[in-house]
């Protein structure tokens, strides 16, 4: 297996991890997206915007099963 050729790295190895302006970790832009909550739940809009509040759930004891 002598023929396989391979390019220059494309990295540094003292190069950081994180690069300035990219968000990381879970942290969402909840505000940008409707349907998204901050506890980690979500509601019908995330998938539709039709009519989203007929595919919520009813009672407020059932789970938030969002279509799609």
Do not use: C, F
């Not at 990381?24 to 509040?53: C, E, F, L, M, V």
């Amino acid at each position: 297996m002598n023929g396989i050729r391979v390019g220059k790295a494309d990295v540094k190895p003292d190069t950081p991890t994180h690069v300035h302006g990219i968000r990381q970790g879970n942290k969402g832009p909840y505000h940008h997206q409707p349907g998204h909550h901050k506890d980690g739940t979500a509601d019908a809009r995330r998938s539709t915007g039709i009519h989203w509040k007929r595919h919520n759930a009813i009672m407020k004891i059932m789970p938030s099963l969002p279509p799609g």
